[in-house]
Structures are given as C-alpha cells and as structure tokens.
C-alpha cells in the first residue's frame, strides 16, 4: 500500500507500524470481548453466516458469505465467540490500514516535516481512532459495522493514493483497484451509496476528461458492477426451493415460511420479484427517513463525537480540516463532501443504532488530527529556525537546531497521546468491556430447559428472539420451537385456536394490544402461556403446599429437580442428593387471591443451612416481565421457575430450601399468615448436598490463589476481602479449601490486616463453619466452601492494609506455605482492603423520648417510636440513641424483644450490632469514642401468630462470644436486670 519506488527498508518500517497498530488494538478489544451469544442485531449476525442464512435488508451478502468461511475454518472457541473474534480483527485492521491513509495525506500536506514524524503522527491519529469509543464498543460484539469502516477506509486510500500517483499505467490500476472494492462494499453495507456523490466529485476534480474516456469508463464502470452479482445469493438463497419453502397448510396461520419461524430467512423477505427488490434495497426503511428534530439531532452527533475524542480531539481535528482545506483542498472535497453527507443522512435517519452509522466520520476526524499534529510541528519547527537567526548553519544530525525540533516533535506528540488515545482507553476498556456479559445466552438456556409442548411457538419480536434462533441453529437445542416474529395478535391467537401451545417471549411493543379480553394470561417463568379465554392450566406439584401470604397470594407447592453437566444427581429416598455445583431446577406455583401488579414482588429461593444461614439463593419476578399489563387478576396462576446453583464447596448434609416473597421496591417481605415455617418462609422438601470431589470448575472462586499449606491443605481461592469500606467495616471474605492430606486434627483459620511495613493492626480466627464442619472431619480430595468474614478495627488508621489467611493448630502452630522456591511464611496474601475514615457526631440529636439508662459503659439515650400499635406479621419500626461513656474492649450485640405482657413470652427478635439493622456491624463498639452519638433504626417483625393485647419492647447489650449481657441500670442508678424496658405498644387483629 506504498510507494512502488520506495526502498525496503522504508516499506519495512511502515509494515511493521501497521502490524504493531493491528496488534495494539486487538489487544484493547480481546478483554472486553463478549464471550458468548447476543441478542438482536448483534445475535443474528453470530449465527446467520455459519447456516448461510439471510438476514434483514439488506441481506449482507458479503457479510454472511466472509462469516460462514470464518466460523467454519477457525477452529477457537463457540460460533457466537468466533463472530465476535471477526468484529474486533476488521476493527484492528481498520486501525492499521488507517495509518497508510493518515500517512499519506500527512506527505501530500506536511511534506517539509521528516518522514519519521509523518509516521509518528499518522500512527497517534490512527490509534486514536482505533481506541474511539464507538468503534470499540462495535469491536467486541458481531457486527457488520467494523467491516464496513474497513472498506470505508481502504477506498479513501485507494483515491488519495491515485491523486498523488497520477501516471498512466499506474493510475488505471488504482482506479480498477478502487473500482472493484467501492463495488465490493456496496454488497455489504449499503451507507457506502453515501460516499459515491463525494468520490465522483472528486475525481472530477482531479482529473475528469480523462476519467470519463469511453474507452476506460466502461471497464470500471463494469469492474465496479461486478460485485454486485453477490445479491444473487439472497433470492437463490431465501427462494424455493431451498430455505423458504411454504412448508404444511397449518404453518401458513403464522404468515411464516419454515425458515423464518426458525430465524434463517428474515421475517421481512417476501420471494417476489418486488420483495426482492425491497430486500436488497432496503426500501421497507424509507418510513425511517424524516426530518424532525434537526436540533437536537445535532446536539445528539456533537455529544457523539466529544465521546470519542474530547473536546481536545475535536479542536484538533477541525484544526487539521482547516489545514487540508488551504493546502490540498481537493483532498479536503474528498473528506469532507463524504463526512457532510453521512451525517446528513444521519440526522434524518432515526434508527436506534444510529450511533454506529458516525464511524467513518470519525475516520475522517482521525485523519484530520493526524494533520493537525503534522502541521503544529511543522510551525514549530519553522520557529525554531526563526529564533536560531537567519545565519544559522543547515541542521545536521548532532546539532542543537535539530535536538530542538526533536523535543519539540516528542512535547507535541506525548501531550496528543496523554490527552487522546491514553484517555480514550482509561475512559473505555471498563465501559465499554462485554467479557462479563452472558444474559441473552443464560436466558434462552433456561427457557428452553422448561418442559415447553412440541411445536409451540414463542412469540416476540426478532430481536429478542435470535439468541433463541442461535441456540436451535448453532447448538441444536429445541428445533422443533417456533420463533414467531412479530407477534401478531392473530397470529398468537391463530396458533392457540389451532390446538398448539403458544407463549409470549418478549416485550409486545403494541402488537399485543387487547389481548387480555381475547385470552388467559399465565405467567410461566419468563414466558407467558396464552390459553384460551376462561381456562386454567392443570397443575399437581410434586410438593403440595397450601399457605397464605398476606392475603395477596397462595402457595400452592413446587417442583424440584437436580441438574448438573457433569457428575448427574444420585437418588436418595424420594429424593436427590446434590453434588457441589449443580443446580437445583425449580418450579414454584403461586395462586393471585387478588389483583396483583405485574411487578410489585420478587420470589426468591433461599437454601438454609441447619442454623439457618443462607448458603445459596436465587430471585425472580413473581409475574414475567413480558406480562402485557400492569396488573394481574386475582384467579391468575403464576409459574416462577429458575435454578439455584449448589456452590462447589458447600458441606456435606441436609438443607432446607425455603421461599420467601417480598417487594420489588423496598424489600418488605410479604408475611405468611398460614403454611409458614418458623423463619417466616415457606419450606420445601429438604435435600442433600454430597460432598465436592475431582476437579474443580473454572468458575468456582472468583479468585484463585492456589497456595499449599504444610503439605495437608490448598486454599484455592477467596472471594470478598478486598475493597474500601469504613473503620469498624464486616467485610464477607469467603474462602475455599482442598484437602490434600489431612491428619485428622481440628485446624482453625486465622486471618490479619497487614499494615505497611508489615506491622499487624488486626486479626482474628474461626474454625471453618464456625465449628459445624472442623478440619478433622475433611477427607482427602474434599472441596470445603467456609464463608466468613473479618473485622475492621474501629480505630484502624486510614490507609491500605493487606488481607493474610492461613491455617493454626489448637496449639497456635501455624501450617507454613509450602511449594515455592522461595520462604513463602505461614500465611497467604489475599486482596488489600483501603481503609476510610468512620463519620462520628457528638450532638445529641432530637428524639420522641428519652430514658437515660445505662449499659456497662454505654448509656441509652432515648428512642423513637412513631407508632403505638402493630399487626401480627407486621414490624415495630424502632430508632434507637446510644452514646459512649467509657472505652469499650469488646464488640457488643443489640438485642430488642418484643415481648407480650401477659405471658412473658417473645413474639418478635432482632439481634444485630450497632451500624443499623439488618446489615449491622458498621460501628462495632470497640471503635466508639467517648462522648460519641450512634444511631440504630430497626424494624424488629413481629410473629404472624402473634396474639392481641399489650407488648413491651426490651433492649439490651451482649458479648456475642460469651452470650454475657451487660447489667442495666435506670437514670437513677436502679438496676433493670439486663435490659432495658423502653416502650409499650398494642397488637390488635
């Protein structure tokens, strides 16, 4: 792509920039890759190419064709991936073929300024470009946009290169070379049109007589044509009889061919000659073109380009354009004529994915900045010259003229790339990164997991609907669904009438309209089944339940199943015996006793342990987001089905998985009247969890640590223990061991906050599951899961403390870090915790009453309690003020009971320490200074069953370690016993 006359060692040079410019920018785009299937556009495109199937108009035939020979010679990861792999190389290779176009418009504007530094600058404006952000975010998802701007940037070049090399043989060449692929990208992405009315007028400038000859008009004028037979593929593709055959009498009641319902052919071809037509031309979009709202339509483009650039990137690239347009104004007509009229046509052009059809724009800003940076070190360097004086001697290579124009080369271009490309990539690779991002995929996984008739048909718009399509085509799961887009009314109400099952997958977006009055509505884990009008589903759970939540909904049982890839679920009884890591797939059955709003509650399945912890849980919408109105009717069914994932790790024995439901805005739990446990939930079945053995999945810590103590144990890894929190923080530190060679003792686990310089400003120690599961019960080859946690000290400076873990025996023996080359110590480092200064106050604030009796050295100032009577189930919603008289050397734990006068017995509890309930243990006690004012809001629950009369509220203080609780005394010095008396209230039915 350079001079033929250059030597090769110059060709060289700028290969190897290109390839450096390539290897830079795949490495921005490789971590923030999205690692498996999309949705809408993004979705259809990962599969479309690997079956030769035909998308929406146009059709991207060359897209399609250039995607079946990727996914199917590459032979790396899954197809989605491998689709997303495409997009990231057209944009790396975008950003290295820029570099040839920057660096050539830099000779044929700048050439006073040294080759070296046209490089250097071409190479900034081509990286700045790369590492734009809407080009990355397009770089990590298949799309047909990366590509698009591939063909954008070669054609500019092939034009320059002919401006500056007009030459007989040579210049023919370059124009067929232009010729064929301007032909080429037309069978791609069709904004290319665009750009025609700016190549003609610039070849007309150029040199028009001579490009208008007949003799050598029609061999490019045919060359550029000839790419375009490519659209053949859409009608011999699409057409019987091969994809779009009219398949059975029953199938035509969705308006759909085979192919279309199974998302190979779009749901917009029609094989006429006019539906073809539309299809290539994309005519069924002209609706989308209008001029409204010019305004703020600009406004929208203005805020596009600061995102990729900063305004220091703008300044600079308008900069450049005024540079171009009095040196090479030709070349500026090129630019600039093909920039104006794709952002005209954007401005008219509303479609939501308007933001990506700016990218060649920002190609030419790109280049523009190039030239504006040429240009500054050109003036530069001209001043230099100026102030060295007029008889100053040519530069040579070691003189001070020269070392003056190099530093001021470095300056100009250090500030551009601080100021551009370094702040693009800290502004994106977070932002813009989708190696997390799996929903689409996960989704449609589970949904056709569920026990869905055959030949039902999920109706949704297409969009939703091509992760769907990918699964069937690519994976092969569920082929005998169908995907009905759009969703028709009639359509929906064509096939139920038919005898067929038939759900609502996605949003109705206004097709649905009405529906209610036409059919019943079943909400079914994240689908909706439409039944005929009056019918109710016939259900028989496996667990039958009868409870009352609220009065608002009635549990009426579940299904329960194991699932796991790998090692299968062992029958145990009636039931399951579930290895660490599998699934439990549920099905719960819920009965609205009202009209319910469609997103008013969350269901959520806990898994307890024996003391009730939870090890595990999993949340859904009680009514399926694709309800087609706000409210549910009392009468309605509602299926609300998920998995909850056993970790790896968990400890072997019987858990209890219960299920509560509470509100989607403020967590209120919905009480249960009738059928509850004594947690407030509702129990299921209980199940056995095995213990976790063989190898461990990828993903069963979030991070690995791998570090071998003494021989007998591993910690594989941790997850939490690191972050910012506050003086006197809980922080969750989760830790997993393997057992290795255990000897049968009981090993406890220790851990310290490190402070610099290695002094140890904390620690503390546990036996693992606080003593349900000791070492000594560990096997060899057994996985342990132990979640825990650790405490900030109160008064821990501010600062960075590193997080040490390891293991010691009943003797204070520690196991050492074994394996390593070099002394590793007797504990391994994990995460760094920052430590943040705790907010105190010491004003006594205002409050309802105030009591003055004291705790050990802390007095109860007073409390709030803005009601005098509660509903059983109900909660107390209790404030209180406490305040220090004397350092504290223990933590404390806050008890409140709420306890009925006439028996002495206690109908509601919290037990929580200082820093406000539920969470707690904020303001642990050991951190409070003298004279400090803390406060504690709670909202203590008060038993379902609770019986009517009158209630006292009791608060005390204990030393969770010991269950010691701290003597109270009245204001007067009276003693209460171990808590305090500090308000009465009312229970009425």
Not at 116 to 125: L, Q
Request: overall charge negative; aromatic content about 10%.
């Amino acid at each position: 792509m350079f001079n033929y006359g250059e030597n090769i060692m110059t060709r060289k040079t700028d290969f190897l920039i290109m390839l450096a410019l390539f290897l830079l920018a795949l490495a921005a785009y490789l971590p923030s890759l999205a690692p498996g299937v999309l949705d809408n556009d993004f979705g259809l495109f990962q599969y479309v190419g690997y079956v030769l199937g035909v998308t929406y108009p146009t059709g991207y035939p060359l897209y399609t064709l250039l995607g079946w020979a990727w996914t199917h010679v590459l032979p790396l990861g899954t197809v989605a991936w491998r689709m997303n792999l495409f997009s990231a190389g057209c944009a790396a290779l975008t950003t290295a073929l820029t570099y040839p176009l920057a660096a050539l418009v830099l000779e044929l504007v700048t050439p006073s300024v040294s080759a070296g530094w046209r490089r250097a600058f071409a190479a900034a404006g081509a990286l700045a470009f790369g590492l734009s952000a809407t080009l990355w975010s397009l770089a990590v998802i298949a799309s047909v946009n990366p590509l698009n701007a591939l063909f954008v940037t070669v054609t500019l070049y092939l034009l320059a290169r002919w401006f500056r090399d007009r030459d007989g043989d040579r210049d023919e060449r370059v124009l067929l070379a232009f010729a064929f692929t301007y032909g080429l990208s037309l069978t791609h992405h069709q904004t290319m049109l665009l750009f025609g009315p700016a190549f003609v007028l610039f070849i007309l400038l150029v040199d028009g007589r001579a490009f208008f000859r007949p003799r050598r008009i029609l061999p490019r004028l045919l060359i550029s044509l000839l790419p375009l037979l490519l659209y053949l593929y859409v009608p011999l593709r699409a057409g019987p009889p091969t994809l779009a055959g009219q398949g059975t009498e029953e199938l035509r009641l969705l308006d759909q061919t085979p192919a279309a319902l199974h998302g190979v052919v779009s749901p917009f071809y029609r094989h006429t000659p006019e539906g073809v037509l539309r299809q290539i031309t994309g005519l069924g979009f002209a609706q989308d073109v209008r001029a409204e709202s010019l305004e703020s339509r600009l406004a929208m483009y203005a805020s596009f380009s600061l995102e990729q650039f900063g305004w220091e990137g703008v300044v600079l690239g308008l900069l450049g354009a005024l540079v171009l347009l009095r040196r090479r104004w030709r070349l500026f007509v090129l630019f600039a004529a093909g920039y104006a009229s794709l952002v005209a046509f954007n401005l008219v052009y509303w479609n939501i994915a308007i933001v990506w059809y700016f990218v060649p724009c920002y190609l030419v800003v790109a280049v523009c900045l190039a030239v504006a940076l040429s240009w500054i070190v050109e003036k530069g360097q001209r001043a230099i010259q100026v102030l060295a004086g007029p008889h100053a001697a040519p530069p040579a290579p070691e003189d001070r003229l020269r070392r003056a124009w190099r530093v001021w080369g470095i300056l100009v271009l250090a500030v551009f790339l601080v100021f551009v490309p370094l702040t693009q990539w800290a502004n994106n690779h977070e932002r813009l990164s989708k190696h997390e991002f799996t929903a689409p995929g996960d989704t449609w996984r589970e949904v056709l997991a569920y026990p869905l008739e055959e030949g039902a048909a999920l109706a949704a718009h297409w969009g939703d609907l091509t992760p769907f399509w990918y699964l069937q085509n690519v994976d092969g799961l569920r082929t005998d669904l169908l995907g009905l887009s759009p969703p028709r009314k009639r359509h929906v109400l064509a096939w139920r009438d038919a005898g067929h099952a038939v759900y609502l997958a996605g949003p109705h977006l206004g097709w649905l309209d009405g529906i209610e009055d036409e059919a019943a509505l079943v909400p079914w884990g994240n689908l909706v089944k439409v039944l005929p009008l009056g019918e109710t589903p016939d259900l028989a759970p496996s667990q039958a339940h009868e409870a009352n939540l609220g009065d608002t909904l009635a549990f009426l049982g579940a299904d329960v199943r194991c699932q796991t890839p790998d090692t299968g679920c062992a029958l145990l009884g009636a039931g399951f015996r579930y290895p660490g890591g599998s699934d439990v797939v549920y099905t719960l059955y819920f009965r609205a006793e009202a009209d319910v709003p469609a997103d008013g509650w969350l269901v959520a399945l806990r898994l307890l342990d024996d003391q009730g912890r939870v090890v595990a849980q999993d949340e859904r919408r009680l009514v399926s987001a694709w309800y087609p109105v706000p409210t549910m009717p009392a009468g309605t069914l509602a299926l609300v089905m998920g998995q909850l994932t056993i970790p790896w790790g968990t400890t072997p024995g019987a858990y209890r998985p219960q299920v509560v439901v509470y509100a989607a805005e403020g967590g209120a739990l919905l009480p249960v009247l009738t059928g509850g446990d004594a947690l407030g939930g509702l129990a299921l079945e209980p199940i056995t969890v095995m213990s976790s053995t063989g190898d461990a999945p990828a993903d069963s810590i979030a991070r690995p640590v791998g570090a071998n103590l003494g021989g007998r144990f591993v910690l594989a890894g941790y997850d939490g223990g690191e972050g910012t929190f506050q003086q006197g923080a809980t922080v969750p530190l989760t830790t997993l061991w393997h057992a290795v060679a255990p000897d049968g003792r009981a090993y406890r686990i220790f851990w310290q906050l490190e402070a610099p310089g290695g002094l140890i400003a904390a620690e503390g120690e546990a036996e693992p599951l606080d003593g349900d599961y000791p070492t000594a019960a560990w096997q060899p080859g057994q996985w342990v899961r132990n979640p825990g946690a650790l405490r900030v000290p109160g008064d821990a400076p501010p600062g960075d403390y590193r997080v040490l873990v390891g293991l010691r025996d009943a003797d204070k023996v520690r196991l050492p870090v074994v394996g390593t080359l070099l002394p590793a110590g007797d504990a391994v480092a994990l995460g760094t915790l920052h430590v943040t200064e705790r907010p105190r106050t010491f004003d006594i604030p205002a409050m309802s009453h105030q009591t003055g009796a004291r705790l050990g050295g802390v007095r109860l100032l007073g409390y709030d309690l803005p009601t005098d009577k509660v509903s059983p189930g109900g909660a107390a919603p209790l404030t209180l003020y406490w305040q220090c008289l004397a350092p504290l050397d223990a933590n404390y734990t806050i008890f409140v009971h709420l306890v009925e006068d006439a028996t002495g017995e206690i109908r509601g509890q919290v037990d929580v320490e200082p820093g406000g309930a539920p969470g707690g243990g904020a303001v642990p006690t050991s951190g409070w200074a003298v004279g400090e004012v803390v406060t504690d809001a709670f909202q203590v629950p008060l038993k379902p069953g609770a019986p009517a009369g009158a209630y006292t509220i009791y608060v005390g203080l204990y030393d969770a370690t010991t269950d010691v609780r701290l003597p109270a005394v009245d204001a007067t010095g009276q003693s209460l016993g171990d808590r305090v008396p500090v308000a009465r209230f009312i229970v009425a039915h």
